[in-house]
C-alpha cells in the first residue's frame, strides 16, 4: 500500500457540476497517482489554476483532511437539492493502492447515504466489496478505454490493471448493486489499434455504458477520419446496449455531422 504524505483543508466540498451526466459533485482529494498521459483536464485545469505545480506534484496526492466535517456542515443546507452526488470528477476517489483515500471515500460516501442521498462513484482504481454494504441505490463505475495491460502501463501507469477493475466492478454487480462504465478518452487508431467491440463485450454486464471521445489531443486530431471514426464508435456503443438492453450515454461532441464529398 501507498501512503498518503500530503494533507489540505477546504472551506467548501460539494459544489453543482456542469458536466451533463452529472448534477453536484466533491473532490476530497487534490491529485491523482494514476498519472494518465493521454491529456488529464482535471490536471491542466489545476495546473493552470496553480494548485499543482508539475505532473510530479499532481501525481502526489493530498487528502482534505476536513472532508467529513465539511459534509457534516453542507449535507443539510443540499440534501433537497441533490439528486446524486457524484464522486469525482477531477480526482479518483479510489486511487489504485491508497487505502486512506478509501477509507475516506467510504467513509463520505456512507455519511452522504445516510442524508438520504445516492452516489455515483467512478474508478481507475478498485472498487471495494464494502461498497455492496452501502445504499442499493447508489452506481459504481468503472473508466475502461482498452483491454490492453500494455496500453493501460504506459498511458494510465498508477492506475489498476484491467483485470482488476473489471473484477472488482462484477463483484459489486453481482452483489446486486448498480453497475457503469465510462469509455473515456477512447483513443483513435493512430494510438492504438483494438476492437470496441471486444470491450463493450468485456463489460457487458454492466447496466450503463458512457462513451467519450479524447479530446485536447494533438494525436487523434491529426487522425484525418476521426470524426468519422467517433461516429462509428459511438453508432457501435448505441446497436450493442440497445441490443442488450442496457442505458447508454454518448458524451457531448463525439458525434459530428458530416458533409458529404468533403473531408474529415
Known sequence: MKKVTKYISRKTLIYKTDVEYGDYTMNHVLGCSHGCKYPCYAYLQKKRFGNVTSYEDWCAPALVKNTLELLDRELPKFKNKIKILHLCFTTDPFMYEYDEIQKMSLS?????????????????????????????????????????????????????????????????????????????????????????????????????????????????????????????????????????????????????????????
Open 108 to 264: 463520505a460516501i456512507k455519511k452522504v447515504n445516510d442524508a438520504g442521498i445516492k452516489c455515483s462513484v467512478l474508478t481507475k482504481g478498485i472498487l471495494p466489496i464494502a461498497l455492496a454494504d452501502l445504499s442499493k441505490d447508489n452506481e459504481y463505475g468503472v473508466t475502461l478505454v482498452s483491454l490492453d495491460d500494455g496500453f493501460r502501463e504506459r498511458m494510465e501507469p498508477g492506475a489498476a490493471p484491467i483485470a482488476e477493475r473489471l473484477s472488482a466492478l462484477k463483484a459489486l454487480h453481482e452483489a446486486g448493486c448498480k453497475t457503469w462504465v465510462s469509455i473515456e478518452p477512447y483513443p483513435t487508431p493512430n494510438i492504438i489499434q483494438q476492437d470496441l467491440e471486444a470491450i463493450l463485450e468485456a463489460v457487458s454486464f454492466v447496466d450503463k455504458i458512457i462513451f467519450g471521445r479524447m479530446n485536447y489531443s494533438k494525436e487523434t486530431s491529426s487522425y484525418k477520419e476521426h470524426k468519422r471514426f467517433y461516429n462509428e464508435c459511438a453508432q457501435k456503443v448505441i446497436e450493442f446496449c440497445t441490443e442488450h438492453h442496457r442505458a447508454y450515454h454518448i458524451k457531448d461532441g463525439t458525434i459530428t455531422p458530416l458533409k458529404e464529398n468533403k473531408n474529415v
